[in-house]
């Protein structure tokens, strides 16, 4: 008997998942850009599971968008914005225990002339919004916190930094690495102030390989792969697409 303690990491995939996922690759694997029923079918999917997955955060499906996990979402929010936002300010803030996909995209901004301030924990792992409060600039262009922490499962609090960072710059977005709190704890990006939100599809008993990012859409943020495809509708002012479904 196999006693597994390791959800954390990874989960086993629940067999209605599981069957879903071998029908789409053996009966609906159309191309969600193809014109013909099969690519039809496949975009409806697409659509429906972008619209569950908004339900459950409380925000418009069409700011929901597919990647490959969570280190492809952190990788978007936290290049795509700095790239982006460049010109209103390279200050940003972070904390110490982040997960290596974000603190990889900082140590990588650092390279590129950014400055980047991380927040310290207590004992328990938790920051402190007084240093949080003290480290806001007026250059700084965003911040990202995560909501669980991934070794020791302290919970931050992201509501009230949510709160605190748009009290004293409106215009600094706020990132929050959801990949262990989606599912787990209740998140309301609009309410808790959260600009942007990563998710990993494995945490949460679905396949690896599976992820989404919720970007507002007040957010100005810079693609990170590009591609061509009919289907896509780019909006310029925001140099985003706003939608992710050419597949290669």
Same mark, same amino acid.
């Not at 303690?5 to 690759?25: K, Y």
């Not at 972070?94 to 590129?112: D, G, N, P, R, V």
């Given at each position: ?19 879903? $996922?071998?029908?789409?690759?053996? !009966?609906?694997?159309? #191309? ?46 936290? =290049?795509?914005?700095?790239?982006? #936002? ?8 972070? !904390?110490? %225990? ?18 980047? !301030? ?31 922490? #991934?070794? %020791? ?11 605190? %960072? ?32 990563? $998710? ?12 989404? =990012? ?7 943020? +810079? ?6 495809? +009919?289907?896509?509708?780019? $909006? ?13």
């Amino acid at each position: 008997m196999e006693i597994y303690l390791d959800n954390s990491a990874t989960t086993r995939v629940i067999r209605p998942v599981a069957d879903r $996922v071998a029908e789409m690759m053996l !009966t609906e694997y159309g #191309n969600p850009s193809s014109m013909h029923l099969l690519g039809v079918k496949a975009e409806r999917v697409l659509r429906e599971a972008r619209e569950t997955i908004a339900s459950t955060l409380r925000v418009n499906e069409k700011e929901i968008f597919f990647t490959s996990g969570g280190t492809e979402s952190d990788n978007l929010a936290i =290049l795509g914005v700095a790239e982006a #936002n460049k010109r209103k300010g390279r200050h940003i803030i972070t !904390t110490t %225990i982040e997960h290596a996909a974000i603190l990889q995209c900082m140590k990588y901004l650092e390279s590129q002339d950014y400055e980047v !301030t991380y927040l310290s924990t207590d004992s328990e792992g938790v920051i402190s919004l007084d240093e949080l409060k003290a480290a806001m600039r007026e250059d700084n262009i965003f911040a990202s916190i995560m909501a669980v922490n #991934n070794e %020791i499962g302290a919970v931050e609090p992201i509501e009230e930094a949510g709160k605190l %960072i748009k009290e004293i710059n409106p215009d600094t977005y706020f990132h929050v690495d959801a990949v262990q709190a989606y599912g787990k704890i209740r998140l309301a990006p609009k309410r808790m102030k959260i600009d942007l939100l990563s $998710v990993s599809g494995h945490k949460i008993h679905g396949p690896k390989g599976v992820g989404c =990012l919720y970007i507002s859409d007040k957010v100005n943020i +810079r693609p990170q792969i590009l591609a061509a495809g +009919r289907r896509r509708e780019c $909006v310029p002012e925001q140099t985003m697409c706003r939608e992710s479904q050419v597949l290669r």
